[in-house]
């Protein structure tokens, strides 16, 4: 199976905010597969399918526990307080030190249709707050500060001239 290209900024549907999934079937479980094995070999702990280029809300995140795979995700609950420093697949070589929630309750469906609950703690709870972030248009670079967003200005600038200039974009 041949993996997905990934969305980089400033590519447009990095910023929508994705449409719902109103039934789980073959072709989301074909989704998750190919999602998974592009997060994989980008080496990447997560991926939102924005990052494919798929307007719907469905996740995957691979922190080292096992691969967790989620449609129409929603955070019920967060706890605490974590600073981590994140990437991102789609901005590639910038990195963002982000706060987020240190625990999240996070419910969904999986990929046969079962309403799940997962919880998670630390980076997994960083991923999953990542991805899901995605979903509604929201990059690291949102959470950046002004110091932070002057030293990757001239990564930006470079991604936007490459993304422009490639054929059939």
Known sequence: MSIYRIRKYPESILR???????NVGLKEKRVFEKMAQTMHKAQG???????????EQLIIVDVGEGLVKLINPLVLLKEGESTLEEGCLSLPGITV???RSAIVMVQGWDENGKMVKVEGEGLFAHAFQHEIDHLSGILIIDY???GEKA??????????????????L
């Open 97 to 99: 030190k982000v706060n």
């Open 144 to 146: 950046a500060s002004p």
């Open 45 to 55: 702990l997560g991926l939102a399918a924005p990052q494919v280029g798929i307007d």
């Open 16 to 22: 929508k905010q994705c449409r719902k999934v109103d």
């Open 151 to 168: 030293d990757f200005r001239s990564k930006l600038r470079k991604l936007e001239r490459e993304v422009l200039a490639a054929p059939g």
